[in-house]
């Protein structure tokens, strides 16, 4: 039997499940629609020769009107080089791309936003870097995907001090944003101040140094992150340049152990690490009311019932079959609606802060309490208030190359997420 007929008898057999049964009937999530008609040649000398010849001399002339005259303003490229993708590692390009695809989707729905996945093959940060940077006229943004620790710095901070428009790695910075939101509304929960806290982010990959980065210009009162070898300190001679760093920034006192010692006392854990790596015990040597951010997908740190068993008061997870979900969908949407409403140059640290804000000022809008600390994705005024905060503060700090009020911003939002509510909704009937 040849590889291709062992293929299709598993398929007839049932050996495909449920997703791959959907990705196989759609060829894929994504989608290319014209937004001009093509009807007869009246169209086709306006959308195309002659006619296209007049933008193409009106942009040679003024760069600034490719934002005007073609689709670049609202576009944004998702890229990846498949090196850690999901929790599956390095799975290469090929195997990222229905991720990628996933998130053009997920663009679409909640913002409206058009975005091209595109996964590159690329030996090294430097190759990366000038792919992304020679793609980056066409887009009015980046978003940088499953790149694995510590490429994933080296490439983002090239990519924005060279490009003009935003790059963000969801990984660090959407994951980071809605941690911050989450602790928000947790510590609303639990009566705790952010300046007193002692948190411990277990991780120190993309998604936790980032975590720790916003907590800490936030104004959390000490942080310290783990690696697999225990707390990050300037002593240890074993940390990259980017380890190095941050714990300098975290642990400038060298503080040294384990996962166990460092909860000793602690009043918040955030795992983007590895499932199982939290123990009752640990939780119970935290100080009360602890709040446990188990984030780690498809297996938590520690499962829920376990950790509230152990005296957790809040606990989040990042599965959507647990009550407080971390999920990032909740910020890269409202963000890059935010940043491309106001054609921001760059998304700032005030901008994920003001981002996170706004989430967690979605979720009060219910009622927060220990199992609703942040909204629903699909709470209609995630999108618009997100995008508003990010514009508001990305006039205010400069970035901005129009000049628009947060409010316009917020109607614009609403309009573009309805409208992209309506083409998900529409699809497939």
């Given at each position: 039997?040849?590889e291709?007929?062992?293929?299709?008898?598993a398929?007839?057999?049932?050996?495909d499940?449920?997703?791959?049964r959907?990705?196989?009937?759609?060829?894929?999530?994504w989608?290319i629609?014209?937004?001009?008609?093509l009807r007869n040649?009246?169209?086709?000398?306006?959308?195309?020769?002659?006619?296209v010849?007049?933008?193409?001399?009106?942009?040679a002339r003024?760069?600034?009107?490719?934002w005007?005259l073609?689709?670049r303003?609202?576009l944004?490229?998702?890229v990846?080089?498949?090196t850690?993708?999901?929790?599956?590692?390095?799975?290469?390009p090929e195997?990222?791309?229905?991720v990628?695809?996933?998130?053009?989707l997920?663009?679409?729905?909640?913002a409206g936003?058009?975005?091209?996945?595109?996964?590159?093959?690329?030996?090294?940060?430097?190759?990366?870097v000038?792919?992304v940077?020679?793609?980056?006229p066409s887009?009015?943004?980046?978003?940088?995907?499953d790149?694995?620790?510590?490429?994933?710095?080296?490439v983002e901070?090239?990519?924005?001090?060279?490009?003009?428009?935003?790059?963000?790695h969801d990984?660090q910075?959407?994951?980071?944003?809605?941690?911050?939101a989450a602790l928000l509304g947790?510590?609303?929960?639990?009566?705790?101040?952010l300046?007193?806290l002692?948190?411990?982010?277990?991780?120190?990959?993309?998604?936790?140094?980032?975590?720790?980065?916003?907590l800490?210009?936030?104004g959390?009162?000490e942080?310290r992150v783990?690696?697999?070898?225990?707390?990050?300190s300037p002593?240890?001679?074993d940390?990259d340049?980017?380890?190095r760093?941050?714990?300098e920034?975290t642990?400038?006192?060298?503080?040294e152990g384990?996962?166990a010692?460092?909860?000793?006392?602690a009043d918040?854990f955030v795992?983007?690490?590895?499932g199982?790596?939290l123990t009752p015990?640990?939780?119970?040597?935290m100080?009360s009311?602890a709040?446990v951010?188990?984030?780690?997908n498809?297996?938590p740190e520690?499962?829920?019932d376990?950790a509230?068993?152990?005296?957790?008061?809040i606990?989040?997870?990042?599965?959507?079959?647990f009550?407080n979900?971390?999920?990032?969908?909740l910020?890269f949407?409202?963000?890059f609606?935010?940043?491309?409403?106001?054609?921001?140059?760059r998304?700032?640290p005030?901008?994920?802060r003001?981002?996170?804000?706004a989430?967690?000022?979605?979720?009060?809008l219910e009622?927060i309490s220990?199992?609703?600390?942040?909204p629903?994705v699909?709470h209609?005024?995630?999108v618009?208030r997100?995008?508003?905060?990010?514009?508001?503060?990305a006039l205010e700090e400069?970035?901005?190359r129009?000049?628009?009020?947060?409010e316009?911003?917020e109607?614009?939002?609403?309009?573009?997420a309805?409208?992209?509510?309506?083409l998900?909704?529409?699809?497939?009937?």
């Amino acid at each position: 039997m040849t590889e291709a007929h062992g293929r299709k008898a598993a398929q007839e057999a049932g050996g495909d499940s449920e997703a791959v049964r959907l990705h196989r009937a759609a060829r894929g999530k994504w989608g290319i629609s014209p937004r001009v008609p093509l009807r007869n040649s009246r169209d086709l000398s306006l959308a195309y020769t002659p006619g296209v010849a007049e933008p193409v001399r009106r942009i040679a002339r003024e760069p600034e009107e490719v934002w005007e005259l073609t689709s670049r303003g609202n576009l944004v490229a998702v890229v990846s080089d498949g090196t850690a993708v999901l929790g599956l590692g390095d799975v290469g390009p090929e195997a990222a791309l229905p991720v990628m695809e996933g998130k053009a989707l997920l663009f679409k729905r909640f913002a409206g936003i058009d975005a091209v996945p595109l996964v590159v093959r690329a030996p090294t940060s430097e190759a990366l870097v000038e792919i992304v940077r020679g793609l980056a006229p066409s887009f009015g943004g980046i978003n940088l995907e499953d790149v694995a620790a510590p490429r994933c710095f080296a490439v983002e901070e090239e990519l924005v001090r060279s490009l003009d428009i935003p790059v963000f790695h969801d990984d660090q910075h959407g994951t980071a944003i809605v941690v911050l939101a989450a602790l928000l509304g947790a510590l609303e929960v639990v009566g705790k101040d952010l300046s007193d806290l002692r948190i411990v982010v277990a991780g120190a990959g993309a998604a936790g140094t980032a975590v720790a980065e916003l907590l800490l210009a936030e104004g959390a009162g000490e942080v310290r992150v783990l690696d697999r070898r225990g707390i990050l300190s300037p002593k240890r001679n074993d940390l990259d340049a980017y380890k190095r760093r941050l714990a300098e920034r975290t642990n400038p006192e060298g503080e040294e152990g384990g996962l166990a010692e460092a909860l000793v006392g602690a009043d918040v854990f955030v795992g983007v690490a590895r499932g199982g790596l939290l123990t009752p015990e640990m939780v119970q040597a935290m100080r009360s009311p602890a709040i446990v951010f188990a984030l780690s997908n498809p297996d938590p740190e520690i499962l829920p019932d376990a950790a509230r068993a152990a005296g957790a008061a809040i606990v989040a997870t990042g599965r959507s079959d647990f009550p407080n979900q971390v999920n990032n969908v909740l910020a890269f949407p409202g963000v890059f609606r935010g940043a491309l409403s106001v054609r921001a140059r760059r998304i700032t640290p005030k901008m994920k802060r003001a981002a996170a804000h706004a989430i967690y000022a979605v979720a009060r809008l219910e009622g927060i309490s220990p199992e609703t600390i942040l909204p629903s994705v699909f709470h209609p005024e995630v999108v618009p208030r997100v995008a508003a905060a990010v514009a508001r503060t990305a006039l205010e700090e400069g970035v901005a190359r129009l000049s628009r009020s947060p409010e316009e911003v917020e109607a614009e939002a609403r309009r573009f997420a309805e409208l992209g509510r309506r083409l998900g909704e529409s699809v497939g009937e």
